[in-house]
C-alpha cells in the first residue's frame, strides 16, 4: 500500500467519524446540564454535586467513577429526583429525551421512573423485598407500569378462551338434542368428546397470573435457568448473584431506555462479577438500553464502557472515550487513580499515592478543588476554577495545565517539608 | 552449582519457617432439630498445610465463604482447630496456645470501624496490648510506646487523645496495624485489610505495609480476595476453593503459568485495562457450592470447564501435583496423559 493510498483511508476514516459524531448527536437521550444538588444539613451546605454536565447517547454506556463520597450516586438520584431531604436540586438541568424531568410533576416523574429510567443499587438484598415472594416483586413491575399491555394479552386470551366455550356449548346442546337418537357407543363418543373440549378451556386469565409469566420470561433472560422455582422464593434464599440477576431482570422488564447501575457489582465475587457483567453487555446489546455505570473500579470502566466521567468532590475533571482516557490520562487525578491500582509492573515500586485527603464537601477549597493535592499544582489554581474544556475530539477536562488562557501560569511550588508531610495522612 | 545453591537457598528457608500448619481441618457443627442436637458440620477447612516464612507475604485468595478467614481464625486459636496440627517455629500451638504467642501473631481485621472501641482514645486502643500482654503500668511509659507505635504509621501526636470517629478510613486502618505492632509481632494475619478502603487509600496502606515489613522483619498471612493486590505485595500465594488449596506456587508461578482451572478462571475472571486478557475470558457456570455438602470428587467439578479433559473428577478427590518445587496444584490427571 502507498503512501497516498494509506492517507485516503485515514482520511476517509475521519469523515465517517464525522459522519457518526454529528449522527450521534441527534441521537441523545439524556443530558445534564449544570446539575448541583446540596444537602442542607446542621453543620453546614454539603455541595455533594456541585456544577456536573454530561450526556448519554443512545445504545451507550457511560461510565462515572471516583472514590467515595465525590458524588457519583448523588448524580444518579438526582436523574431519578430521588434525593432525600435535607437533600436538595438547586440548579441545572435533565433532558431525557428532550423533556426536563426537573421541570414534572412527581405524578409525571413517577411513570418515568421504573419504565424509561430504571436504576440497580449496589446491594441487592437491600434493596428487595425480604417478605415479598421474589417473582411477585419482578410482576410487581410490570402491574405498575404495562398494565395497557397486559390486558391486551388478557384479551387475546380472553377471545380465544371464549371460542373454545362457545364449541362446547354447542357441543352439549348437539348432544342434548340427539339423545334419543343416539346408540350407547355414540353417546360415550360423545362424552369423551366433550370431556376433552372442557379440559382444553384455560382458567380465565387474570392480571397477575399474566404478569407472574412476564416475569418467568425475563428472569429466564438473565440466565437464570429454573426460573419457575425462583419465582416462588424468597430473596434471602437466594445467592448474591441470583439476587443481583432478579435486579436487573426487574430493571430491564419494561425495556428502559436507560439503565442506571450503582456499584453492581461491588457486593460479589470475582467469578460472579464476571458473569454479571458479561450479562450486562449482552443485555445491553439485546434490549438496546443505554446505561450509566457508576463504580470505583476502573477495571470494570475499561472493560464495559464506551464513555468515562472521572468526578473529583462533586465535579467531573476529565470526561472523554473509554479508549482515549486508558491509554492517555490527563488530568493529575485521573493519572494518580490509575497509579494506585496495584499491578505487576509496579511490583517492585511503590503505588503513586496521591497525598492528603478528599476534602470536606462543606467548606471546598477554592478554585479547583483538587489543588490542595495535585502535583502538578500552578499558581493559578487555588485563586480561579478551572473551566470544562473540550480540548479534543469529544475529550472533555476540567484543568488549567489545558486552558490555553492559564496554561502560562506559572508552576507552584510544594513546600518539600509540606509535602512529606502531607503524605502521611 | 546453581542447583546446590538453589538447595542450600530452600534449607535455608527451611530454618526460617514461623508458622507451619498441617492437615489442618476446621470444622462448624450445624445445630437443630428438636433437641438441638448436632445435624451436620461446615467444612470451612478440610485437610489444609503450608508454610510461612520469616519475612514473606503469603498471600491466601478465594471467593467469599472458601474459609480464608476461619484458617486465620484458627491459627489465632479463635476457632478451635477439629484436627490437624499448628506450629510456631517448633513448638505445636493449636492445643497449647499461650499468652507468649497472642504477642508473636497479631491480627488485622477487614472493618477498622469495628475493630476500634468508640468509646476509647487512641491512647488506650494502642496500649490495651501493651498493658495486657507487655504489662507496663505507667501511664508515662504506655504513652511514650504509643507514641512511637503512631510514628511507624506516619500519625502524629495530636492523634493520641482523639477518638476513632475523628479519623478517616484509612488513617483508622493504620490506628488498627499500629495496634497490632505493638508487642513486636512475628507474625501479622492481615484479613482483608484494605477491602473497605478507596484505591488511592489502599495503595497508601499497601506502601505502609510494605515498608513496616522490611522495617520489622514480620511475616505476613494476607487474607484477601483481590488478586491484584496479593500480585502487587505477596511473595507466595495459595489459592483456595471450598475449604481446600487448588494452587500454590510463588506470585510469578501463580499470575503467568495458572494451571488448575480454578485459578485459570480466577485469574482470567478479572477486570483489566489490558485489551489481550479481555478476549480469552473463562466465566464459569453456576455458583459456589455449599459447604455443608459439597458435592463428590472434586469439589470444583460442577463448574469445571475442562472436566471433559480429565479422569475421574466426580468421583475421586484431587491429588497434589508438582509442576516444580515450589508450584504444586490439586487436580486429576489428563484422558490423553498430557502432563501439566
Not at chain 1, 440477576?245 to 439503565?259: E, K, N, Q, W, Y
Not at chain 2, 479463635?78 to 499461650?98: C, H, K, Q
Given at each position: ?29 439524556l ?5 448541583k ?41 438526582s ?64 402491574l ?8 391486551k ?38 362424552k ?9 378451556i ?42 443481583q ?15 442506571i447501575?450503582d ?41 464495559l ?18 479508549e ?16 494506585a ?11 503513586t ?73 | 552449582?546453581?542447583v546446590i ?26 445445630f ?45 486459636n ?21 499468652q507468649d ?5 497479631q ?32 501511664r508515662?511509659?504506655i ?42 509481632p ?40 483481590d ?45 483489566t ?30 463448574r469445571?470447564?475442562?472436566?471433559e ?32
Open positions: 500500500m502507498t503512501l497516498t493510498e494509506k492517507k485516503e483511508i485515514i482520511e476517509e476514516n475521519r469523515k465517517n467519524q464525522m459522519k457518526s459524531a454529528i449522527k450521534e448527536d441527534s441521537n441523545l437521550l443530558q445534564v446540564k449544570n446539575l444538588t446540596y444537602f442542607y444539613t446542621e453543620e453546614g451546605i454539603v455541595k455533594a454535586v456541585d456544577g456536573v454536565s454530561f450526556n448519554i447517547f443512545k445504545n451507550e454506556v457511560l461510565g462515572l467513577v471516583g472514590e467515595t463520597g465525590c458524588g457519583k450516586s448523588v448524580t444518579a438520584l436523574i431519578l429526583r430521588l434525593v432525600r431531604s435535607p437533600g436538595e436540586i438547586i440548579e441545572g438541568s435533565i433532558e431525557f429525551n428532550n423533556v426536563n424531568l426537573l421541570e414534572l410533576s412527581e405524578e409525571e416523574m413517577r411513570s418515568h421512573r421504573g419504565n424509561d429510567i430504571t436504576m440497580i443499587f449496589q446491594d441487592p438484598l437491600n434493596s428487595l423485598n425480604p417478605v415479598i415472594l421474589a417473582g411477585d416483586q419482578v410482576a410487581e413491575v410490570f405498575l407500569h404495562q398494565e395497557e399491555e397486559l390486558n394479552i388478557i384479551d387475546v386470551r380472553l377471545l380465544e378462551r371464549d371460542k373454545l366455550v362457545q364449541e362446547l356449548k354447542e357441543l352439549k346442546k348437539e348432544f342434548k338434542e340427539n339423545k334419543e337418537q343416539l346408540s350407547e357407543t355414540e353417546k360415550e363418543e360423545f369423551v368428546k366433550i370431556k376433552d373440549l372442557k379440559k382444553k384455560p382458567k380465565a386469565p387474570n392480571l397477575k397470573d399474566v404478569a407472574l409469566e412476564k416475569a418467568e420470561q425475563i428472569i429466564k433472560e438473565v440466565g437464570i435457568a429454573d426460573a419457575k422455582q425462583i419465582l416462588k422464593r424468597y430473596p434471602h434464599e437466594l445467592s448474591g448473584g441470583m439476587r440477576r432478579i435486579m436487573i431482570a426487574m430493571g430491564l422488564s419494561c425495556t428502559p431506555l436507560l439503565l447501575a456499584e453492581p457489582t461491588t457486593a460479589l465475587d470475582v467469578t460472579i462479577q464476571a458473569q454479571i457483567l458479561d450479562l450486562m453487555k449482552n443485555l445491553q446489546k439485546k434490549f438496546d438500553t443505554s446505561i450509566l455505570m457508576i463504580t470505583h473500579d476502573l477495571g470494570i470502566i475499561a472493560e464502557c464506551d464513555r468515562v466521567a472521572v468526578m473529583y468532590s462533586g465535579n467531573i475533571v476529565e470526561y472523554a472515550t473509554a482515549d482516557l486508558f491509554k492517555n490520562p490527563r488530568h493529575p487525578y485521573t493519572q494518580g487513580l490509575i497509579g491500582i496495584p499491578s505487576v509492573e509496579k511490583k517492585d515500586t511503590k503505588l499515592v496521591i497525598r492528603g485527603m478528599v476534602p470536606n464537601l462543606i467548606y471546598p477549597p477554592s478554585g479547583c478543588r483538587f489543588h490542595p493535592r495535585c502535583t502538578e499544582r500552578l499558581e493559578i489554581c487555588d485563586k480561579i476554577k478551572p473551566r470544562f474544556l473540550e480540548i479534543n475530539d469529544r475529550y472533555f477536562i476540567a484543568c488549567h495545565l489545558f486552558d490555553p488562557e492559564y496554561k502560562e501560569s506559572p508552576k507552584y511550588q510544594w513546600d518539600e517539608t509540606e509535602s512529606e508531610e502531607s503524605y502521611k495522612v | 552449582m546453581t545453591n538453589e538447595k542450600e537457598k530452600i534449607s535455608e528457608r527451611k530454618k526460617n519457617v514461623v508458622i507451619t500448619v498441617r492437615n489442618l481441618k476446621t470444622y462448624y457443627p450445624i437443630g432439630g428438636l433437641f438441638h442436637r448436632k445435624i451436620g458440620v461446615v467444612k470451612a477447612v478440610d485437610d489444609v498445610s503450608f508454610d510461612l516464612y520469616r519475612g514473606e507475604t503469603l498471600g491466601l485468595v478465594g471467593e467469599s465463604g472458601c474459609g480464608k478467614t476461619t484458617i486465620g481464625n484458627t491459627i489465632l479463635l476457632v478451635p482447630a477439629t484436627s490437624g496440627e499448628i506450629y510456631f517455629e517448633d513448638d505445636r500451638i493449636d492445643n497449647n496456645f499461650t504467642y497472642r504477642k508473636k501473631i491480627m488485622v481485621f477487614q472493618d477498622p470501624d469495628s475493630s476500634l472501641n468508640p468509646r476509647w482514645k487512641i491512647v488506650n486502643i494502642i496500649g490495651e496490648p501493651l498493658r495486657i500482654l507487655e504489662g507496663m503500668k505507667k508515662r511509659e504513652r511514650r510506646r504509643v507514641l512511637e507505635l503512631l510514628e511507624t504509621v506516619s500519625m502524629k501526636v495530636e492523634h493520641l487523645d482523639r477518638y476513632p470517629h475523628e479519623f478517616s478510613g484509612g488513617q483508622k486502618q493504620r490506628i488498627v496495624i499500629a495496634r497490632a505492632l505493638a508487642c513486636n512475628e507474625v501479622i494475619i492481615l484479613d482483608e485489610p484494605t477491602s473497605a478502603l478507596d484505591v488511592s487509600v489502599q495503595a497508601q496502606i499497601l506502601n505502609l505495609l510494605k515498608d513496616l515489613q522490611i522495617e520489622f522483619n514480620l511475616a505476613l498471612l494476607f487474607i484477601t480476595h488478586l491484584s493486590v496479593i500480585q502487587h505485595i505477596g511473595d507466595r500465594i495459595e489459592v483456595m476453593y471450598l475449604g481446600k488449596f487448588v494452587e500454590e506456587g510463588t506470585i510469578d508461578d501463580v499470575f503467568y503459568h495458572p494451571t488448575q482451572p480454578y485459578t485459570k478462571a480466577l485469574l482470567s475472571a478479572r477486570p485495562f489490558d485489551p489481550t486478557t479481555r478476549s480469552n475470558r473463562i466465566i464459569l457456570e453456576g455458583e459456589v457450592p455449599s459447604a455443608i455438602n459439597p458435592p463428590s470428587g472434586c469439589y470444583f467439578h460442577p469445571c470447564p475442562e472436566m479433559d480429565h479422569i475421574g473428577c466426580n468421583i475421586e478427590e484431587p491429588t497434589k501435583i508438582s509442576i516444580s518445587e515450589t508450584h504444586h496444584i490439586w487436580c486429576q490427571p489428563f484422558k490423553n496423559g498430557k502432563k501439566f
